[in-house]
């Protein structure tokens, strides 16, 4: 508003500056503007800028009154499509349960692929042998270290062996030799003493360790193996036979 005024100002001097002194002689003329233009200049100008001065709130306000429909407008404009949203899902008969029923299938569907796999598991192992009431394979022609021979045992969709009782302990026992180490997917790589299933991450449910064991000697004994049905903690890059099972821990 104020830029209104100075260009008001200015239009007026340049309008007396080259009206004739003769038609106006009551107007000052005005070749030097700063200099010449006293209180007859701005006595003239007064009630020009008095009505700015009255109607300027006026104008500001309805500015903001303006902004302010136009906000109403456009929160009218957000409920409106809302509720013909609405109108089509009610329109179309969705279920008002639709939430429901999908996290009940989709759970439906995890337990389903649970059993699906543990199944798999037990029929594409062609290598893989029944001991006790579970599959395993026992590799005795190739020693690895601990993670190579998980890796081994997830090429074939399997995962490395725990062992969950005495009962089946005995039934792998009488399969190995004697005299071989035989890595299990036991480990406390995560916290030294807190032994995991490393395909979990839950605690065994059966360790039989040797006498003295787990020692964690030179402080690096981080991996579980099998000698002579009793267990060591081992060094994870030490090589040794392994044994596979084919079913996944991590769906129990």
């Known amino acids: 508003m104020q ?3 100075i260009w008001l100002l200015l239009a007026l001097f340049a309008w007396n ?3 004739p ?3 106006m002689p009551s107007v000052c003329l005005l070749q030097d503007a700063p200099q010449q233009c006293g209180e007859f200049c701005l006595t003239a100008l007064s009630p020009m800028l008095d009505h700015i001065a009255r109607h300027e709130g006026e104008w500001t306000s309805s500015v903001l009154q303006a902004n302010a429909t136009e ?3 456009a929160r009218i404009e957000t409920l409106q499509t809302a509720m013909n949203i609405r109108q089509k899902v009610l329109q179309e008969g969705f279920p008002k349960d639709i939430v429901a029923r999908l996290d009940r299938l989709e759970s439906q569907q995890a337990a389903l692929l649970r059993i ?3 199944f798999d598991r037990k029929i594409v192992a062609p290598k893989f042998e029944l001991i006790g009431s579970r599959f395993f394979y026992i590799e005795d022609e190739t020693r690895r270290n601990w993670t190579s021979a998980g890796s081994a045992c997830r090429q074939m969709g399997t995962q490395l062996a ?3 009782s005495a ?3 005995a039934a792998l026992r009488a399969k190995l030799n004697k005299e071989r180490h035989y890595w299990l997917d036991i480990t406390d790589l995560e916290k030294e003493g807190d032994f995991r299933i490393s395909a979990s991450g839950k605690r065994p449910n059966f360790l039989k360790w040797r006498a003295g064991q787990p020692n964690n000697f030179s402080g690096n004994q981080h991996c579980v193996d099998l000698l002579d049905g009793l267990m060591y903690d081992n060094k994870c890059e030490s090589l040794s036979y ?3 099972q084919s079913d996944d821990d991590s769906l129990d």
């Open 116 to 118: 699906l796999s543990k």
């Open 71 to 73: 906000a109403r407008l």
């Open 242 to 244: 392994f044994i596979c």
């Open 17 to 19: 500056a080259h009206a």
């Open 162 to 164: 725990t062992i969950r």
């Open 167 to 169: 009962e089946e302990l």
């Open 3 to 5: 830029k209104l005024s």
């Open 21 to 23: 002194s003769a038609a």
